[in-house]
């Protein structure tokens, strides 16, 4: 079995085959065999939250996520507490400071809640490293291992944009429910027996907001450290509303199955989310998480009725007679889409539905996309300028516009 077509433990726990995982994030085949950098896929996201008891249980009541480890002060770690959550194959990790002379609540202070790190699983840390290290960039842990009754895992980690880092594990010889250090820990939340079972299933890709003038450096950074290719191209007046605009571009791994999308902002009449992002978590970092889902529409509206909100989508949206030939035939009527809000775009691979919610903490910066792929690799490139004329009606009651 080639690397390519190793499932990540998570993914194999959550019961995804190829098949499915192909038409949730849209896989492509590739030769594994000249990847200067394999790795078999997402591991966790990891978060710095002001309050992670709570975000655990919002996670669980709300996404209805399952927690499945903890680690904290009565696992003997004082610094801060650790949820571990997942939702088929998408782990998330919510660490809240504990210490208060603690770097994690420093790191709080300066970003409010965000992710810290975007960590990947991956075959060979030692290999990884050493190519990274060689293509200059910085290495913030070297290769080391953690064990514990469940076993060994190696890991390493390496800096991204802002305060975000690439943690590296090979987990091949451990079965524990996260780490060591961490305990199994179950929820006591009882789901109605009507309940989906899942709300997404797989995460689809990760978008960084990086400074204006950068965003080439770290296209460039991933090309070289991590080998991946650019996957499509926006620039300029495709993602330029009257206002304001920003540039973006697509980096991915071999198979498409790690993508990072990556904006800066860009010079328009007035401030553009991007620039708002950048202020309020005061470096570059991560602006959304586009969760994978094979129906979303009860996604949506499972999320709306437990108090989610989403960016509205304009009526004319629906009955702009450009976007409906555009379009096309999908898989509901088209009036299903509009109720809910939910945007679609087609390219020449098949389409795609999509829909943001609002940020979710407290500072106007890290927000959820949810993606339902049918055929189509892209992004909802179409959309863009919908979505950011309504990201901006939102700026503009923040007094932010
Ligand atoms: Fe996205």
Redesign the pocket.
Known sequence: MSIDDTLTSQERLAELDRDQLRQLVGLVEYDAGSDPFPLTGWDAVVWAVGNATQAALFHQVVLGMELVAYSGPETGNRDHHAYVLRSGAVRFVLKGGVDPAGPLLDHHRRHGDGVVDVALEVPDVDRCVAHARAQGATVLEEPHELTDEHGTVRLAAIAAYGETRHTLVDRSRYTGPYLPGYVARTGTRVRAADEPRRLFQALD?V?GNVELGRMDEWVDFYRRVMGFTNMAEFVGEDIATDYSALMSKVVASGNHRVKF?LNEPAIGRKRSQIDEYLDFYTSPGVQ?L?LATSDILTTVDTLRARGVEFLATPDSYYSDPELRARIGEVRVPIEELRSRGILVDRDEDGYLL?IFTKPLGDRPTLFF?F?ERHGSLG??IGNFKALFEAIEREQAKRGNF
């Open positions: 890709h978008v999308p959304h586009a999509q996309e993606i992004f909802g």
